[in-house]
């Protein structure tokens, strides 16, 4: 099977992608979710692959389709996201581009029924487990490059900065989702955050932003 492998500079590394959003139950018919096309996750599983890399694609539901040349594990929740993460572990690379619901209801029982007063029902909400700060915590597994995203509405670069370092992650791609047209859109303008500063990349096509990150993942790895 390592013959059907792209010779590259990620030749013999393992990476671990996540991507889209996670769908968390309120009832059997009804989910809390994030928005996320799972474009550009999906873009950077492919172009690690492309360099070599065997890749594990820890996807969400998305309508996109699987890429070529990598192992696709579907799941719906943010837990069924971590344990699926934990069991393709030890990586070289974990990418988490995955759009995670922060938040899953508590106990999703029966479908939830009007009961004719006009009043909504209150849905009690917990918090989910942290994928990315999970895996950038040190130890035994620790990918030696750990990669996070934050999409942010304000203050991009300083909420990016606060959040690698709340995160522990080594790299962080932030995206001002802000504005129209990049959630779900074809285009990515992003700051990347790396031990040595904050670049940031002219807007581009989410694959060819994929391209370019796995790019510097392989010169990381030279
Ligand atoms: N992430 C994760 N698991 C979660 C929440 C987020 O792995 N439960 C990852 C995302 O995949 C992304 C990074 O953490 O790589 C940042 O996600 P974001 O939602 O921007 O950050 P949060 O820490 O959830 O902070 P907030 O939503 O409050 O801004
Ligand atoms: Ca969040």
Known sequence: ????????????????????????PIDPVRYLANRSSGKQGHAIAAALAALGARVTLVSGPVNVPDPAGVNVVRVDTAREMRDAVQAALPADIAVCAAAVADWRVEEAGQKIKKDGSGQPPALRLTENPDILAEISAPGPQR?????????????????????????GCDWLVANDVG???????????????????????????KTALAQ??????GEFFA
């Not at 500079?9 to 996540?18: D, E, M, N, S, Y």
């Not at 996070?148 to 509405?153: L, N, Q, S």
């Not at 990049?182 to 807007?203: F, H, Q, V």
Request: net charge negative; no cysteine; glycine share 10%.
């Open 143 to 167: 990918p030696k490059l750990v990669i996070g995203f934050a999409a942010e509405t304000e203050k991009l670069a300083e909420h990016a900065a606060a959040k690698r370092a709340r995160k």
């Open 179 to 205: 504005g129209t047209g990049i959630m779900g859109g074809d285009e990515n303008e992003i700051l990347l955050l790396t031990e040595s500063g904050t670049e940031a990349w002219d807007k581009m096509d």
């Open 212 to 217: 370019k990150l796995a790019a510097r993942i």
């Open 1 to 24: 099977i390592e013959a059907f492998f792209a010779d590259g500079p990620l030749k013999g590394r393992h990476a671990i992608v996540t991507s889209g959003p996670t769908h968390e």
